[in-house]
């Protein structure tokens, strides 16, 4: 007699342990997507930090009043676009990552071209444009990976 729980999908679906740490074994799509959820990770710090600077739990003495208008507006901004991006990049959605690239771009464009809101920092720079070119190098190779 045949095992009757055999044509059970729920009981033929193997659990994944480790399949997030098997890098080598991993097509570049999946590489793609374990990159999408560390930044989506990384953007939800970014988000809830910004947060917590506009709450007045972290930051300056005189909390987010004392600030001046154009780090006021930068930071409610960033404290917004960071924590959509995490969610559509946690999703692996499409808009995910059209969010998460808006909002590195426009950091680095703030870091670069207005210094007196955030300062200029090249290690947050670096580091968003080290983001954005390992972004577009596990897209391309995914995109090849499947060609129509």
Request: charge should be negative; include cysteine; charged fraction near 10%.
């Amino acid at each position: 007699m045949s095992n009757p729980r055999a044509d059970d999908a729920i009981e033929n679906i193997r659990p994944a342990h480790g399949a997030m740490l098997n890098w080598a074994g991993t097509d570049w799509s999946g590489r793609l997507a374990l990159f999408l959820r560390v930044m989506a990770c990384i953007s939800m710090i970014k988000g809830l930090y910004s947060w917590a600077q506009v709450c007045g739990i972290i930051g300056e003495e005189g909390g987010f009043e004392a600030h001046i208008q154009s780090w006021q507006v930068t930071t409610v901004f960033f404290s917004v676009i960071d924590l959509v991006a995490a969610v559509g990049l946690w999703l692996v959605a499409p808009w995910g990552a059209v969010v998460w690239l808006t909002s590195t771009v426009s950091l680095i464009v703030v870091h670069v071209f207005l210094p007196q809101v955030y300062g200029t920092s090249v290690v947050v720079i670096g580091l968003n444009v080290v983001a954005v070119a390992a972004y577009l190098a596990f897209a391309l190779m995914a995109a090849r990976e499947h060609p129509r």
